[in-house]
């Protein structure tokens, strides 16, 4: 495994120009070879940190293919929304074309609602069907130019929560091993809102560049047990890029346990 590019920084404002820089960087080489980027993108506090500063950079934003790492089983409007959050912290100040911004499917939502007035199996079948959009969605974009068996992103931009769960994989849940499909469904997330579905580990261990960024002093435990102890099974530790580079994203609260 490479070793990950631990960076940490005063402020949030610095953290945010940093992140910035590398996601030029990551932007200009992917549509110098490939002509597109691919990027994945998490929710919490990370839309915010990423848009302050690369809002106001110079991007082919035409390029970008954009999905989400985890997204809420949640109308697109509503306030839990990974996508409602991203939009308005980053999308309604970038002309990324909107056809570019992959969300799960609404016209599906309906049917979700009718069966959770059902049973626990409806509502299973319902986002399955959502999971299944969503990799056909993730088909239409890298089954052309990559190997079909895992998507190959150009970067996944990743938070972790401060029990050491990153997307919507939670410490010691039985989706830690699914090791075929690329998009899962979780009915049980221990941080509400329940009801979800995640990119699974290896589609997030394929990509050519991850980045987590975490800030604040409620991450400093987990920071330390997940960068420093090699044998950690917390999700965020399970992270382990195949051939692609692993980068920290760290303001100096969150950072300050660990031995760099
Ligand atoms: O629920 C979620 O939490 C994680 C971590 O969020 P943070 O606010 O602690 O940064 C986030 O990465 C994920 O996308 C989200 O659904």
Not at 119 to 142: N, Q, R
Request: glycine share 4%; charged share 25%; with cysteine.
């Amino acid at each position: 495994m490479n070793a990950p590019n631990v960076h940490t920084f005063p402020n949030t404002q610095k953290l945010s120009v940093s992140l910035a820089d590398l996601v030029v960087k990551l932007s200009e080489e992917s549509i110098e070879i490939r002509d597109r980027f691919t990027i994945g993108i998490s929710g919490g506090s990370l839309p915010k940190l990423l848009a302050a500063d690369l809002k106001n950079r110079d991007i082919e934003w035409e390029k970008w293919e954009v999905f989400f790492c985890d997204e809420r089983l949640v109308p697109l409007d509503h306030e839990d929304s990974n996508y409602f959050l991203c939009k308005k912290e980053f999308f309604d100040q970038v002309p990324i074309p909107q056809d570019q911004i992959y969300t799960i499917e609404p016209s599906l939502f309906p049917q979700l609602e009718e069966a959770a007035r059902k049973d626990k199996e409806a509502v299973e079948e319902a986002a399955l069907e959502i999971v299944e959009d969503y990799e056909k969605k993730l088909i239409s974009v890298f089954a052309t130019v990559n190997s079909v068996k895992f998507p190959v992103f150009d970067l996944l931009l990743l938070g972790v929560g401060p029990d050491g769960h990153t997307c919507s994989l939670f410490p010691d849940h039985p989706l830690l091993d699914e090791n075929v499909g690329w998009v899962a469904y979780i009915g049980d997330s221990p941080k509400p809102p329940p009801r979800r579905i995640t990119f699974t580990l290896p589609v997030i261990n394929h990509a050519h560049n991850i980045a987590f960024v975490a800030t604040g002093e409620g991450k400093q435990d987990v920071l330390k047990e997940i960068i420093e102890d090699t044998e950690s099974k917390l999700p965020a530790a399970l992270v382990q890029p195949v051939t692609g580079k692993l980068y920290w994203f760290l303001d100096s609260a969150a950072a300050t346990k660990l031995i760099l």
